[in-house]
């Protein structure tokens, strides 16, 4: 089993504190033989006629020595992630969870939006020390 991102219990309560139910911690898939591991599994319900809405969360801390190499592995995974997903639970939306401080520093240099969008990367921003969910963006 692999280790739990540094910021994991931070982005489970903020999602519970948003009214998430976390359903899987790790959300696991096994595919041609191959396993993943997504960091959480999350559902909430919209309303008493409405399909709920569930998503896969993978957080990534970004406290390595190079963001740009961290974001190249938090890049790749992600794309791989939501592939696996699509054979596996294709109901689930894949949301790539970040601290807000990397948000403001990196993720908001330009060349790095142009390939969120190129990618059409889901972002969850988190407040770490509040344990609050700052921003969804899709």
């Given at each position: 089993?692999?280790?739990?991102?540094?910021?994991?219990?931070?982005?489970?309560?903020?999602?519970?504190?948003?009214?998430?139910?976390?359903?899987?911690?790790?959300?696991?898939?096994?595919?041609?033989?191959?396993?993943?591991?997504?960091?959480?599994?999350?559902?909430?319900?919209?309303?008493?006629?409405?399909?709920?809405?569930?998503?896969?969360?993978?957080?990534?801390?970004?406290?390595?020595?190079?963001?740009?190499?961290?974001?190249?592995?938090?890049?790749?995974?992600?794309?791989?992630?939501?592939?696996?997903?699509?054979?596996a639970?294709?109901?689930?939306?894949l949301?790539?969870?970040?601290?807000?401080?990397?948000?403001?520093?990196?993720?908001?240099?330009?060349?790095?939006?142009?390939?969120?969008?190129?990618?059409?990367?889901?972002?969850?921003?988190?407040?770490?020390?509040?344990?609050?969910?700052?921003?969804?963006?899709?």
């Open positions: 089993m692999s280790a739990k991102d540094f910021f994991h219990n931070a982005v489970r309560l903020a999602l519970e504190k948003d009214g998430w139910l976390i359903t899987d911690d790790p959300l696991s898939f096994t595919v041609d033989g191959l396993d993943f591991r997504i960091d959480l599994g999350a559902e909430r319900l919209l309303g008493a006629e409405k399909e709920g809405q569930k998503i896969a969360v993978e957080i990534k801390s970004f406290l390595g020595k190079s963001t740009i190499s961290e974001f190249h592995t938090a890049l790749g995974q992600t794309l791989n992630y939501r592939y696996i997903l699509k054979k639970a294709s109901e689930r939306l949301y790539l969870a970040i601290s807000y401080e990397i948000y403001t520093d990196f993720f908001l240099i330009p060349v790095i939006q142009e390939i969120i969008v190129e990618h059409q990367l889901k972002l969850l921003i988190f407040e770490s020390l509040k344990q609050e969910i700052v921003l969804w963006k899709e």
